[in-house]
């Protein structure tokens, strides 16, 4: 059974750093694209992050060079560092599993859903 589980959520100040986690079970994490989604309440979820297969990444402009997302096989977890937080980067984060054997995820996100964590940056 496919389970993805968030944490690492929180309130934090404008400038601040948060590391989200992705804990998946039920599969072999190397074998599936990763990648964490945010969703504003009322808005479309839109793409943050992802992570082949293969490692290689990818990242939405409006996070680029602020955050990384990585990947520890062993511990079959996804991860999200979040530098330079911003109030615009308020959200839910969901962690989200593709296809396998893909370097990339469809614009919509993949077949499996975690059930988010919320992230505040406020002063």
Not at 10 to 38: D, H, K
Not at 69 to 83: C, E, G, H, P, S
Not at 98 to 121: A, D, H, I, S
């Amino acid at each position: 059974q496919v389970q993805l589980v968030e944490s690492g959520g929180g309130l934090v100040q404008p400038g601040g750093s948060l590391r989200l986690s992705c804990a998946a079970s039920g599969f072999i994490l190397e074998t599936y694209p990763m990648g964490w989604y945010r969703q504003i309440l009322g808005e479309r979820r839109e793409l943050v992050a992802s992570i082949g297969d293969d490692g290689s990444t990818n990242y939405a402009d409006f996070v680029k060079g602020r955050f990384t997302i990585t990947r520890d096989i062993a511990k079959n977890t996804v991860y999200l560092q979040m530098n330079s937080l911003k109030p615009d980067d308020t959200a839910v984060y969901l962690c989200t599993r593709g296809r396998p054997y893909k370097n990339y995820l469809p614009p919509q996100g993949g077949e499996y859903w975690g059930q988010g964590t919320q992230v505040t940056v406020s002063s």
